[in-house]
């Protein structure tokens, strides 16, 4: 039973009571749209970000205990495109949060519009649990691999800058890869509305194995947009990837 569905213009989502699916576009509804052959051309691994996101759930299931979605299933629809289907996790995504005062324990900040007191509790609470939980977790997952079985999807900040469709395999003799979330913002950290602590970190579409300075992420809208803009960072890290 699906109760809401809807796109963006690089996916389609459905949501049910308990599921939430995920799946890539096809290039005739890319075509539909304003730029669609634009949008199209530059987003690169379509179905394979879903697949990338598919593993990640699972391997991170199995391995550490950062809240994430469950992994229920990941298929090929008919028209070709991927999806992935996975446990909902309800919540507000923390760049969503101090638009209205939530009211954490019952307390009221203010009678209303934005609130900044939210918003700095929220995010706090956030960089408390990536240092605390997260960064720990992810730390333990270590491989002489990039990418993730075998193909490499480098992080959302880096390829707006690097537009290059294909990544190899890099190998090294020892373990120095370290598992990156690969766009760690606040777009991706799901907020219990009650209690303005992280519930589940979502989005793993471009994790994977890569060196430590990947690692890189942010709890602020603005720094985190900022990242894809150091593009003296982004041709180094890009450049130490290169087998
Ligand atoms: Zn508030």
């Given at each position: 039973m699906t109760t809401l569905s809807y796109t963006t213009i690089h996916s389609g989502y459905k949501l049910s009571p308990c599921t939430f699916e995920k799946r890539s576009r096809t290039a005739a509804e890319y075509s539909t749209q304003p730029c669609g052959d634009v949008w199209f051309k530059t987003r690169h691994w379509k179905t394979e970000r879903i697949v990338n996101e598919a593993k990640a759930l699972q391997l991170l299931a199995e391995r550490t205990r950062i809240p994430i979605p469950k992994f229920i299933q990941c298929g090929q629809n008919d028209d070709g495109s991927m999806f992935l289907e996975m446990s909902r996790v309800d919540g507000i995504d923390l760049s969503e949060v101090?638009?209205?005062?939530?009211?954490?324990?019952?307390?009221?900040?203010?009678?209303?519009?934005?609130c900044n007191e939210c918003k700095n509790i929220a995010k706090a609470n956030a960089e408390h649990f990536i240092q605390t939980i997260l960064l720990p977790e992810l730390a333990k997952l270590r491989s002489n691999?990039?990418?993730l079985d075998g193909f490499v999807l480098p992080p959302a900040w880096m390829l707006e800058y690097d537009t290059r469709s294909h990544w190899d395999v890099k190998t090294s003799s020892r373990e120095e890869f370290v598992f990156i979330h690969?766009?760690?913002?606040p777009d991706n950290l799901r907020i219990?509305?009650?209690?303005?602590?992280?519930k589940c970190v979502i989005?793993?579409?471009?994790s994977g194995y890569f060196?430590?300075?990947?690692?890189k992420w942010s709890v602020d809208d603005s720094d985190y947009h900022a990242l894809y803009e150091d593009h003296q960072t982004i041709c180094e890290l890009a450049k130490s990837i290169e087998p």
């Open positions: 101090g638009k209205k005062c939530q009211e954490p324990g019952g307390m009221r900040h203010n009678a209303s519009g934005k691999r990039t990418g690969g766009d760690l913002g219990d509305p009650d209690t303005l602590t992280v989005d793993w579409e471009h060196p430590s300075g990947f690692q």
